[in-house]
């Protein structure tokens, strides 16, 4: 009975430790991986000019579609306007923008 109970224990310890170690070979190789995958995209990051120029250029992009849409009736700076999505889709099928146009 006591070699029974002893054989258990050391089965029980065992299994845990074996099911502790598994997991960290297994994030080691994950990692292994991830690191290949991390150092080929690092060299195709764009730098920070290039990153500048495109915030210019979205930024440039609304501004036009902002004012095309101001040009076809939307008011945005009106607070509480109670007509909100309605006037924002018919500024957008006249000026043939976004979503309006689709519908």
């Known amino acids: 009975m006591r070699i029974a109970k ?5 089965l029980a310890s ?5 099911s502790a170690v598994a997991p960290a070979f297994a994030q080691n190789e994950a990692s ?3 690191n290949a995958v991390m150092e080929g995209a690092s060299s195709a990051k764009p730098t920070k ?12 992009k609304k501004n036009a579609e ?16 109670q007509n909100y999505p309605q006037d924002l889709q018919d500024a957008q099928k006249k000026a043939g923008i976004g979503q309006g146009a689709s519908q």
Do not use: C, F, T
């Open 32 to 34: 292994g991986a991830g």
């Open 49 to 60: 000019a290039e990153r500048k120029e495109a915030r210019k250029e979205a930024r440039a």
């Open 6 to 10: 002893h054989m258990i224990v050391l």
């Open 14 to 18: 065992a299994s845990i430790g074996v």
């Open 66 to 81: 902002l004012k095309k849409l101001e040009a076809a009736g939307y008011q945005p700076g009106r607070a509480n306007d």
